[in-house]
């Protein structure tokens, strides 16, 4: 009977004392007075540029009648109020583009975005000369008190292999040859 005893007390000891054991490595993290938590942010608008992008719309390469051939690309923007907070309709914005630091689009805008996660995407069309380094700036102002303001702008360097991506010219099928039967 003592055996039976033992045996029974051995696993009730190891269960308490792995109990015991797990309870003392757990350490709680008082916050000392001169650790304060973070201030919640306060909400804010913030008009931010997520996308800019230039797509071909035609070209003058290859047209032997041109000397010096140019491009016509479609440019897109997506702006979107990144914030927390709704953009009064009445908020005015002033939108730049420019190319190779000449602006070629200026207009004030209102109306542009309004709630959090709203988008607006702005549609340009431009010609360039064909194979020289072209870069498009945008920039968007607003007298908006923005939780960031680094995000307003974008710039975009048109690069001419994505823009005319090579062709693949794969040799003319060779006509099937039949062989001739002889009788």
Known sequence: MKNNKARLFVPVFLFLSGALAVMGQTKG?????????PAPKPPCA?????SFTARL???QVGDKSVEFPHDTVALEATLSNTGTLAISRATSYHVELSKNGEAIYTRDEIELLLGPGTRRTLHWIDTFPHNQKTTYALSVTTALTECRKDNNQATLTIDE??????KVNLPPKAAAKTPIKRP
């Open 29 to 37: 993290v008082s916050p000392t007075q001169s650790q304060k938590p």
């Open 46 to 50: 913030d008009v931010a540029v997520v």
């Open 57 to 59: 719309i035609s070209t």
């Open 161 to 166: 292999k994505k823009l005319h991506p090579v």
